[in-house]
């Protein structure tokens, strides 16, 4: 059968690997939704496909400037920065502009060749904008939805455009491809395996007609080993590598 292209053929997909139709699932439907938003949960916070990165553009209103904070969707993961609202520290515009000035009056040498000082200088302007006029810093909770931008308000006016980059979760309802991920599909199957080991343990010891009883405690043991090992794999080999930190 194809892929898997809705969350209910996911869910289907993940119940045929355990068996169904030939072998009775004891789960209920409920049960299994929650442990696909549980998979899905754990994809987007460690696999490198569950994420990515985007730039939120948004208009300020009245409220914003009172409340000192901005809203975003419950679909961002993180943000990491603030573009600059200014223009600068006044170094000009257009032909008036300090880098195309600079460029006018060097054209021979850059053309030449020599890029040296035109890079030199570009580093020293924006070393003279980060000292004096550095980003504002902002900070960022996933549970609450709200970017603070620490500034000076006064200086945002309504109607303005801030621009936050970020990291925001691949939706399987924009991207029916999400389905389609081989780690995602095992690892919501264990984790369907391990709701229905867990409800067939209320029967340990019970004996069915025919002499045959329940092994709910082995289901959801192997389960739980698979799970383990598979949030390691993640970890390992599906996750974004850590930037190197020094200091």
Request: proline fraction near 4%; aromatic fraction near 12%; include cysteine.
């Amino acid at each position: 059968m194809a892929q898997p292209t809705t969350r209910v053929e996911f869910r289907e997909w993940c119940l045929r690997k355990l068996g169904k139709p030939v072998i009775e699932i004891n789960v209920d439907a409920t049960q299994i939704e929650d442990r696909i938003d549980e998979s899905l949960s754990f994809y987007w916070d460690y696999h490198f496909d569950g994420s990515q990165k985007t730039y939120l553009k948004y208009t300020v209103t009245q409220l914003d400037i009172d409340n000192r904070y901005i809203t975003v969707p419950e679909s961002i993961l993180g943000a990491i920065r603030m573009f600059p609202m200014s223009k600068g520290l006044g170094l000009g515009t257009g032909i008036f502009n300090v880098q195309y000035q600079f460029v006018l009056q060097n054209i021979g040498s850059i053309v030449g060749g020599n890029l040296l000082n035109y890079y030199m200088t570009n580093e020293h302007l924006q070393f003279m904008q980060d000292l004096l006029q550095p980003q504002a810093p902002i900070r960022y909770s996933r549970h609450v939805n709200k970017v603070y931008i620490d500034t000076d308000w006064s200086y945002i006016n309504v109607g303005e455009f801030i621009i936050i980059e970020a990291y925001m979760i691949v939706d399987p309802v924009t991207y029916s491809d999400v389905w389609k991920d081989r780690w995602l599909q095992n690892y919501t199957t264990e984790k369907i395996k391990y709701q229905w080991g867990s409800n067939l343990t209320k029967f340990v010891g019970m004996t069915l007609p025919g002499a045959v009883q329940f092994n709910g405690e082995a289901i959801l043991k192997d389960a739980e080993a698979q799970i383990a090992k598979m949030e390691d794999e993640m970890i390992n080999s599906y996750g974004v590598p850590l930037a190197d930190m020094i200091g």
